[in-house]
């Protein structure tokens, strides 16, 4: 797979301005929306109180960053993401190595896993109200709840992923089991692990803003429903554009992240093989 | 190595009478019938048989593995259950073998590291075992950066740096072109003679068998059983061509290609 200097340097130029190029279409494409979203309402397409122009909800949006109270929201939902996502990733991951590792709990656990995993986490409002109220800890329940599953599936898979040579060539240098997890099954599961991070930091982010926007514990999604009760519909918008970038944002740090930790793996490597 | 070498006839690895037979649900495969073989220390020992001939599965015995069905295998006098000490296994399947988030030079030096050898004396292993066989230049390549037959060299070179007392070796040539082919060939051959190391290696090319060792093992067709005993009396320097070339090692040639063919077409029920 080793091409010719020139003509690798050549595909590298091919592929970035093939980059460039689809830069500027994805740029043009959100400016269209943009403008669409500006004059439907100034045309009287629809009632500009149910979608104002999108200048108005910039401008609401700016009035809003520039009071210290929206940082603070912003922080609590950012806070309450990250703490359920985290505590899902330790308690996923340790579970998941534990429980894959070992076959007869695999198998003891199988039905039990798959009998509460599908259950909505949204169904548990009514338990995490009657347990915490509108506190912050009942959405950290929710949140917890939903990305521990998508964690756990993927680890277990992960774990079974294991190459049986490897396997063999690990037991064949004596390998004591820790190290064997340590230096053979962890790196192999890593993979699975990322991607049940990427999925993770998603499910939790759309845990969170539900669960304030329901239950009322402090955050961006509560203050959607109190804009919206109190009729400033472009500030409700501009709570609801700032819960989009927060999960564009989480998407692209999850996915920065895996390219990082992933230097390795097939799905990354492809643009540096064969060139020692 | 903790133990001291014995004399030349001594025997390192014994097999006896060693059957193994898979089950799976309610259907037995018998695999092997009966092995019964014995390993000199310091001798290069090849096994060749027909494809399917339970030459891997054997390997695996030997290793510790697999549990033998009946019979049993030792290593230096104690029996082989689990992995035992003082032994090294190159796999066919080097790709697989490697661990590709580990570097070359952490590939080898891992195992070092699992026998708590000390780190000076693991970077010294480690270098000359990369310096034996040739890849010196590319200890912080990554073992996907380099090409098949080099793969195979770290993963011999990870064998080696383990200072084993046997080398099993599972067909690790059957995946790489015929020029590399022979150039570790010839890197096996020397590695063994100035390492002293007990070699069994398993292969299904009869050229390769009968050029690398002092003895060759002819296995029957499975369930599988010794067909032959052959003795290679060449000269103890090879050569790729001029051994090659050699009437006895076209005699030795068509006679094990008889016996393999032989082994193919009877089935021993």
Redesign the interface.
């Known amino acids: 797979m080793t091409l010719p200097l020139a003509q690798r340097g050549s595909t590298r130029l091919r592929a970035g301005s093939a980059r460039r190029r689809v830069a500027i279409r994805g740029l043009t494409g959100t400016l269209l929306f943009v403008l669409i979203l500006e004059a439907v309402p100034r045309l009287g397409l629809v009632n500009p109180a149910y979608l104002p122009p999108f200048s108005e909800i910039m401008v609401a949006l700016g009035a809003q960053a520039a009071t210290p109270a929206f940082w603070t929201l912003l922080g609590q939902t950012v806070f309450g993401w990250f703490t359920g996502l985290i505590i899902a990733l330790v308690a996923g991951i340790a579970l998941g190595m534990f429980i894959g590792s070992l076959k007869w709990v695999r198998e003891a656990t199988h039905s039990t896993i798959e009998f509460l995993r599908p259950i909505p986490s949204v169904a548990l409002i009514p338990l995490a109200v009657i347990l915490f109220g509108t506190d912050m800890r009942s959405t950290l329940l929710l949140v917890v709840y939903a990305t521990f599953w998508q964690v756990l599936i993927q680890v277990l898979s992960g774990v079974q992923d294991v190459?049986p040579?490897?396997r063999?060539?690990a037991?064949?240098?004596?390998?004591?089991p820790l190290?064997q997890l340590r230096?053979?099954v962890w790196?192999t599961a890593?993979p699975y692990v990322m991607t049940g991070v990427r999925l993770g930091a998603s499910v939790a982010l759309i845990l969170e803003i539900t669960g304030e926007l329901v239950i009322g514990s402090p955050g961006i999604g509560k203050q959607i429903v109190l804009s919206q009760t109190a009729g400033q519909v472009a500030t409700m918008y501009a709570f609801v554009i700032v819960a989009g970038m927060l999960g564009v944002a989480v998407n692209l740090g999850t996915r920065l992240l895996e390219r990082r930790v992933l230097r390795?793996?097939t799905s990354i490597?492809r643009d540096?093989?064969?060139?020692? | 190595m903790n133990t001291t070498r014995s004399e030349g006839d001594a025997s390192l690895l014994e097999v006896q009478h060693v059957r193994k037979v898979y089950s799976s649900g309610g259907t037995e495969f018998e695999a092997i019938r009966d092995l019964d073989f014995r390993v000199s220390d310091g001798e290069f020992l090849c096994i060749v048989g027909p494809s399917g001939a339970g030459k891997t599965t054997l390997l695996?015995c030997i290793?510790?593995?697999l549990d033998v069905t009946s019979g049993s295998v030792s290593l230096a006098g104690a029996r082989v259950t689990?992995?035992p000490?003082g032994?090294?296994?190159v796999?066919q399947?080097y790709g697989?073998?490697l661990?590709?988030?580990l570097t070359v030079r952490q590939n080898v030096e891992?195992?070092l590291r699992?026998?708590k050898v000390p780190a000076t004396r693991r970077a010294e292993l480690v270098s000359d075992a990369l310096e034996a066989v040739g890849l010196a230049h590319?200890p912080d390549?990554?073992p996907?950066?380099?090409s098949g037959g080099m793969q195979q060299r770290v993963a011999i070179a990870r064998a080696v740096a383990?200072q084993p007392r046997i080398l099993l070796m599972d067909e690790p040539f059957a995946a790489v072109d015929a020029q590399t082919r022979a150039e570790l060939e010839d890197l096996v051959f020397s590695l063994w003679k100035s390492l002293q190391v007990t070699v069994v290696f398993v292969t299904h090319d009869i050229d390769e068998a009968i050029y690398l060792g002092q003895r060759v093992l002819v296995l029957s067709n499975s369930p599988t059983s010794v067909l032959e005993d052959v003795p290679i009396p060449l000269p103890k320097a090879r050569d790729q061509l001029r051994t090659r070339s050699l009437p006895e090692f076209n005699e030795l040639r068509q006679k094990i290609h008889r016996l393999v063919q032989t082994a193919k077409r009877t089935m021993i029920t």
């Open positions: 190459d040579i490897a063999e060539t037991r064949s240098y004596r390998f004591r190290t230096s053979l790196p890593l390795w793996h490597r540096q093989e064969g060139s020692p | 695996r290793g510790g593995l689990s992995p000490e032994m090294a296994i796999f399947e697989r073998s661990f590709p988030w891992l195992p699992e026998k590319v390549s990554y996907w950066q380099l383990y």
